[in-house]
C-alpha cells in the first residue's frame, strides 16, 4: 500500500490525470480509506510541491496542474467519502473581494484547501460585504478567506472583516493575493495571512489549531 501512496503521490506531481484516477481506484480497492489517501498519498505530495514553490523551486503552472489532477483524484474519492459520511476538517468560505474580478489565485487557494481536508464555499469574484455576511451567517465557516490582487480593492478587506465581526467578534480570516503583506493583514485584524496558495492551508490550520 505505502508503494501506491507514493506512487499517486508522484502522478500528482506529474499531473498524470489517467494514473491519478487508476491509483486512487486501486487503493480503495485494496482497502485503503478515503481519510488515508488523502492524508498519506495526496496531501504529502502537495505539501512538498507547495514547499518547492515557496522556495522558488516550482511554478505556477506545475502548482496548477498538480492542484488540478489531484481534483480528479478527488471525484474518484467522493462517492466513497459521501458513503462513509467522512465530515471535512472545517469550512472556508471564500471570495475575491467586490471590484476584484481576478480568479486565479482564488481558484487555487480552493483546490488546495480541498485537498486538505476542508469544505469550501466559494463565493467567486466581485463579491461584496454584504454576500459576505450573509453567507457567513447562513454557513456559518470556521474561516473565511479574502482575496484581492488590486491595491484598489484592498480596503474592501477591511470592510468585511468588520461586517461579519459585527455580528460574530469571534470570527477567523485568512488573506492574501499580490499585494498583500503581514503588515496590511494586522491592520485589518485578519488571523492569518498567506503569502501564496502553497502555504494557505498551513496557515489555515495553523489559525484553526488543526
Known amino acids: 500500500m505505502n508503494e501506491t501512496m507514493r506512487k499517486l503521490g508522484d502522478s500528482l506531481l506529474a499531473g498524470d490525470v489517467g494514473e ?10 485494496a482497502g485503503a480509506s478515503p481519510q488515508e ?12 510541491l ?3 514553490f515557496s522556495a522558488g523551486e ?8 498538480a492542484a488540478d489532477t489531484m481534483r480528479e483524484g478527488m471525484e474518484v474519492l467522493r462517492p466513497s467519502i459521501l458513503r462513509g459520511g467522512i465530515k471535512p476538517e472545517a469550512t472556508l468560505l471564500l471570495g475575491s473581494v467586490e471590484g476584484d474580478i481576478h480568479d486565479i489565485g482564488k481558484n487555487l487557494v480552493r483546490m488546495m484547501f480541498e485537498g486538505g481536508g476542508f469544505r469550501v464555499i466559494d463565493l467567486g469574484i466581485d463579491v461584496s460585504c454584504e454576500r459576505f455576511v450573509e453567507a457567513y451567517h447562513r454557513e456559518r465557516p470556521d474561516l473565511v478567506g479574502l482575496s484581492a490582487l488590486l491595491t ?3 480596503g474592501q478587506m ?9 455580528g460574530d467578534s469571534a470570527a477567523r480570516f485568512i488573506v492574501g493575493g499580490a499585494p498583500i503583506r503581514q503588515a496590511f493583514a494586522d491592520q485589518i485584524g485578519a488571523n492569518g495571512y498567506a503569502p501564496d496558495a502553497a502555504q494557505a492551508v498551513k496557515v489555515g490550520r495553523k489559525i484553526l489549531g488543526l
Do not use: C, H, N, W
Open 20 to 29: 491519478a484516477r487508476r491509483l486512487t481506484q486501486d487503493a480503495l480497492k
Open 37 to 48: 489517501i488523502l492524508e498519506t498519498g495526496m496531501r504529502p505530495a502537495m505539501e512538498r
Open 158 to 166: 477591511e470592510k468585511v472583516v468588520r461586517g461579519i465581526r459585527s
Open 58 to 65: 516550482a511554478y505556477l503552472p506545475e502548482l496548477l496542474l
Open 50 to 52: 507547495g514547499e518547492r
Open 152 to 154: 484598489t480593492t484592498m
